[in-house]
């Protein structure tokens, strides 16, 4: 009987110990799967002045940001499946994603960084699965729709403008002027720091926040004096503005 217990406790331990050894070759191995997923490098070059910019992105989410220097920067998933082109002419920057392959599906990593040095600019563009982000700039005259993608304008500033998602989110930080448009069918819309502008909010199920107010459908406010007009359309998104 006392060999018996001796023998039962020698397996036990002989468990353990195996156990322990086999949790920690799974865990190395899991951190060396998750250690060795890299970025790809951002392929960099310095480009003409330009004072427009034409997009036409399928995968890639596009920033735009004030700098020192007018360049370009951006990162494919798979340079075999897809290319970027990328042309300045008559002070047009064009930037065209190009997919070989129908089946090709993006993901995080695709993206285009666009510096500029000038303070003003008119942007067009149309993205499928990409995030649009802008910084520090000027805009006017300019149209950029997402269909799947996020909208966020930071410390910049909007004159004549339309920026359209379907499910992504739109957000905008800055001052306004002329006739502005910020729309989402499935996403939320969220300003701030605006000032001296003509509010029309509206949304089907979603709510509406302006400063400590709340509202529901839809509704129209003149903050400070109306040197600009504001519309904000969601369907199914909140509405905040502050």
Avoid: W
Avoid at 138 to 155: Q, Y
């Amino acid at each position: 009987m006392k060999k018996g217990f001796i023998l039962l406790f020698i397996f036990i331990l002989v468990c353990i110990v195996g156990g322990s050894f086999l949790a920690i070759h799974l865990i190395t191995n899991v951190n060396i799967e998750e250690t060795s997923i890299v970025k790809e490098p951002l392929n960099s070059e310095k480009i003409d002045n330009f004072t427009s910019i034409n997009l036409d992105l399928t995968s890639m989410d596009v920033k735009i940001e004030k700098a020192s220097e007018n360049a370009i920067s951006y990162r494919l998933q798979d340079s075999k499946k897809q290319k970027l082109d990328y042309s300045v002419e008559d002070g047009v920057l064009t930037v065209k994603e190009i997919i070989s392959d129908k089946h090709f599906v993006g993901h995080d990593d695709n993206e285009v960084i666009i510096y500029t040095t000038n303070d003003s600019l008119v942007v067009n563009g149309n993205l499928v699965a990409g995030d649009v982000e802008i910084q520090n700039v000027t805009l006017k005259d300019s149209r950029v729709t997402s269909v799947s993608g996020d909208i966020s304008i930071e410390n910049s500033s909007l004159n004549n403008c339309n920026f359209i998602s379907t499910s992504g989110d739109v957000e905008f930080d800055g001052q306004l002027t002329g006739d502005n448009i910020l729309e989402t069918t499935s996403g939320d819309l969220s300003v701030e720091h605006i000032n001296n502008v003509s509010i029309s909010a509206s949304t089907t199920s979603g709510d509406i926040e302006i400063g400590e107010e709340e509202f529901t459908g839809s509704v129209n406010r003149v903050l400070g004096t109306s040197n600009a007009t504001l519309k904000l359309n969601t369907t199914s998104g909140d509405i905040e503005v502050n």
